[in-house]
């Protein structure tokens, strides 16, 4: 990562701010419109931030993987699915059935992906219809069984719903218990502190996501598994030809790369809201492909990426708040499906390359062959 | 050296893949600290011995010994654990990793977790000193020259403790310096107790450094021979398993009017760097003129701006008469070009059509290949048939790709092409490289009818004596300039390797 696509996205994401700001300050101060925007874009980055983690291990190891959107939508239903199944066929408590969704959904997305690296390592299956074949998959599988399992005569919970055994709880940074007696009887201190410490307060998913980021960064480009992992991608006869198993190495990566896609699934149903519905996924695990390019195949730099998105999603939710006091001048941030674009205009712009040109590793997508 | 005792010998070996018996009931043994050459034509079986010795393939029969212990080698991995290092033809080295990381790979040293880069480094250091091996170990691979990445590949054998270090076509990709250098690191080596298998085709270079020579053909070991009881002829003959004639006959004969005219053109490479500065030379018909130069000096991109391939900046190009600076490749070979271009797979063929589709490349759009915009199949059938008799190509049919040919038969492919049009002028960059003898011969032979025809032909070659034994006049690029133009008899080897070297020219 360059400082040149470093400052890009932090234009973009203090263009995204700043619209809101100047919308919404007759409303509220800016102090509490950035770090609400702050506290929204890391959460709903999260996906994004794991999609493109996923996306990162597959490719440094040479197999392009596609089928990230479908490994989350199927993650997704079945750590939803599994959760329900422990509550109420099980009788766990709410807590540990959440914690054993979130397990079956990691582990969907490891089977998802061994799918994937069978087709390709194995079977050398061209890897985009390789990919294809899982997102395709994914749709038809959680929607047949969805509406199998709770509509229609005769479904197995009797044509409804039951209630799910909840979502994960906020973790609470206590930052302003900390600041409590320091700005002692300013209230104006302690607004701000209590303003800044939303942005803190997030959930497990979103807050491993960022974790992952720099274990991720570590693993690869400073261990053994990462140096070897990143040899198979870019040169896998050199790699073979000191003794590193080439077909392991990518069975490996491949699989955890669908494990983080399987958390990043879970925090669609066990993490944001607790329920599933058809295509939930809308396009975020191919939106993660863009930001692992534009990160350069980075784990920080498809972060940064990542948090774009989730600006321009927190502004899109933003702007819904502030409807009623946009300027008219600026009335065409009233449709929101105008301000629902800015994602996808903005995949598109990264895409181009304008912003400079980034380098796959040198042998992904090509299986390897003795 | 005769005395020395056998560190690894390979008996009755036999390898059989589909349609070729690659190796058949081969006998091989290396002493300690010698250089064993192993000397034959592509195809003769040298790689896959290799191959075999350390694990990338596995034999179907015969039986190899390390140390004097029967050893099983079903992978590198085996094969690095019994001491064996290989330096692949094709280096085997990451572009995008350090020196010191690719080295490490796969015996990595870690400390904490950690990949431990200093303590590797300090390693990679170490052994530079003792053998001579200048590399830095931080710095990134790719954009080191190719000569230095060859020391990397050879650090990576030695890290591992490898006493035995197999050199496949070490010397393929390397200027005249470069291998010089290489012959004294593998001097130094052997000096050290390290023994070597050199693989090659080359004749000259087997004579100077080997200390026994084993020659294959197609698949069998033909003889081990000393070299102060051999000569060049006798190897060949060996090689090739038939007479070769190494000199290049040509007569002597008046040039004619001239062809090529270059006044003054100046080139800049991608990077937007200017690799040609004012050059200016004229080529007559029945008349070689040889570009000698260290590779890298600017001799790419003259042929590119020559072929339009790519626009001078400055000055200008007349072929016959006719100004054709900056023209497109259609209308330079239109007005007689014949191109050999300097990398056959990726300029001179398309290796994913038919060798009959390649033969066709310059002129399919005109009669008789085309009518009415529509190809005719029995036309190029026709072509490709009388070119692969006529130029000798060793294909099974017309309709085989022509990526599945040997170098030597891709290379004549393009001869074929190339030289049985009408041309005026033909441009051979780097025409043999990579060859073995007999198509070396073949090509040389072709070059040399050419200009008994009246073509001008500029020949391009890192290969010293390529250049002598082909041209009339010699010019020597340095740097982007011709710094010196002289007629092919009145100068010596010495002379030419001085000013490749950028000796300054005395003034005549």
């Known amino acids: 990562m360059d400082w040149k696509r470093f400052s890009f996205i932090a234009l973009i994401i203090i263009v995204l701010f700043g619209v809101v700001v100047m919308i919404g300050q007759v409303k509220q101060p800016p102090l509490l419109i950035v770090t609400s925007m702050l506290a929204t874009t890391i959460a709903v980055a999260t996906p994004l931030t794991l999609g493109a983690l996923s996306g990162v291990f597959c490719e440094r190891a040479g197999v392009v993987n596609i089928g990230i959107e479908g490994m989350m939508l199927t993650a997704a239903f079945f750590g939803w699915l599994g959760g329900i199944y422990m509550y109420h066929i099980f009788g766990f408590t709410p807590a540990v059935s959440i914690a054993l969704g979130v397990f079956f959904a990691v582990l969907t997305g490891g089977l998802m992906s061994l799918l994937h690296a069978v087709l390709s390592i194995t079977f050398k299956v061209d890897q985009i219809i390789g990919g294809t074949v899982i997102n395709i998959l994914a749709v038809g599988l959680t929607g047949f069984l969805n509406r199998q399992l709770f509509f229609g005569k005769g479904s197995v919970f009797g044509g409804s719903v039951p209630g799910s055994p909840g979502v994960l709880p906020t973790i609470h940074v206590p930052l302003t218990e900390l600041f409590t007696s320091i700005c002692g009887s300013s209230a104006a201190c302690l607004q701000n502190v209590q303003a800044i410490n939303r942005v803190f307060d997030q959930k497990p998913i979103a807050i491993s996501a960022i974790l992952l980021v720099f274990l991720s960064h570590y693993i690869l480009f400073n261990t053994r598994w990462g140096l070897r992992t990143r040899a198979v991608g870019e040169h896998p006869k050199a790699a073979d030809t000191v003794g590193i198993n080439v077909v392991k190495m990518r069975y490996a990566n491949v699989i955890i790369g669908g494990m983080f896609a399987g958390l990043a699934g879970a925090y669609f149903t066990i993490e944001s809201v607790p329920s599933f519905e058809p295509l939930l996924t809308n396009g975020r695990g191919f939106i993660s492909l863009a930001a692992m390019i534009f990160g350069n195949w980075t784990p920080i730099g498809a972060w940064a990426a990542a948090l774009v998105f989730g600006a321009s999603q927190a502004m899109l939710i933003n702007m819904q708040i502030y409807r009623d006091v946009i300027p008219p001048a600026w009335s065409f941030l009233q449709e929101s499906y105008i301000v629902g674009l800015t994602p996808y205009i903005l995949t598109m712009i990264i895409l181009t390359g304008i912003i400079g040109k980034t380098t796959p590793p040198a042998a992904d997508g090509v299986p390897y062959e003795k | ?508």
Request: aromatic share 4%; net charge neutral; glycine share 10%.
């Open chain 2, 1 to 508: 050296m005769s005395e020395s005792k056998i560190v690894l010998e390979a008996k009755g070996i036999t390898k059989q893949f589909p349609g070729v018996l690659a190796n058949d009931n081969v006998n091989f043994d290396l002493r300690k600290g010698e250089i064993h050459a192993l000397l034959g034509e592509n195809g003769a079986g040298k790689s896959t011995l290799m191959n075999l010795l350390y694990g990338l393939h596995n034999p179907d029969k015969g039986e190899i010994s390390v140390g004097g212990k029967t050893a099983t080698i079903l992978s590198p991995k085996d094969s690095i654990a019994l001491g064996i290092g290989m330096v692949h033809q094709h280096f085997m080295l990451i572009p995008v990793f350090t020196v010191a990381e690719n080295v490490m790979l796969g015996d990595e040293t870690v400390k904490n977790g950690s990949l431990d880069r200093a303590t590797v480094a300090a390693r990679i250091t170490e052994i530079s000193k003792q053998y001579g091996l200048d590399v830095d170990p931080n710095a990134l691979v790719g954009p080191l020259p190719v000569g230095i990445q060859q020391r990397v590949e050879i650090v990576k054998t030695l890290y591992r403790n490898a006493e035995i270090v197999i050199l496949d076509e070490p010397t393929a990709v390397l200027t005249p310096q470069e291998a010089d250098d290489l012959f004294r690191i593998m001097r130094d080596l052997t000096a050290r107790g390290v023994s070597i298998i050199f693989i090659t085709h080359k004749l000259k270079e087997v004579l100077a450094i080997a200390d026994r020579i084993t020659v294959m053909r197609a698949g069998r070991v033909i003889n081990t021979v000393i070299p102060s009881e051999t000569d060049s002829a006798q190897l060949a003959n060996m090689m090739v398993g038939r007479q070769v004639i190494l000199t290049v006959d040509k007569k002597d004969h008046e040039a004619e009017e001239e062809i090529l005219k270059v006044e003054g053109i100046s080139v800049r490479d991608q990077r937007d760097l200017e690799t040609v500065h004012n050059v200016s030379f004229t080529v007559r018909g029945g008349e070689v003129l040889g570009i000698a130069g260290v590779q890298g000096n600017g001799q790419t991109e003259l042929s590119e701006a020559l072929t339009g391939l790519r626009s001078p900046t400055t000055g200008k190009v007349t072929i016959d008469g006719k100004d054709l600076t900056g023209k497109s490749p259609r209308i330079i070979t239109e007005a007689g070009l014949g191109h050999i271009p300097e990398d056959r797979q990726r300029h001179g063929l398309v290796l994913s059509y038919s060798v009959a589709d390649n033969m066709a490349l310059c002129d399919y759009y005109h009669a008789p290949f085309s009518s009415r915009g529509v190809i005719q199949p029995k036309a190029l059938d026709e072509n490709s048939r009388r070119l692969i008799s006529a130029f000798d190509v060793r294909t099974p049919s017309p309709f085989v790709n022509a990526g599945k040919l040997s170098g030597g038969n891709q290379q004549k492919v393009i001869v074929a092409r190339e030289l049985s049009r009408n041309v005026k002028l033909v441009i051979a960059n780097q025409p043999t490289r990579g060859l073995d003898v007999g198509s070396i011969e073949y090509i040389h032979g072709e070059i040399i009818k050419m200009r008994g025809r009246g073509v001008a032909v500029l020949l391009i070659s890192a290969e010293l004596d390529e250049i002598m034994a082909l041209s009339d006049r010699i010019a020597v690029m340095y740097r982007g300039q011709i710094v010196a133009i002289v007629d092919a008899k009145k100068t010596t080897r010495e002379q030419l390797g001085l000013w490749m070297a950028g000796a300054q020219v005395q003034a005549a």
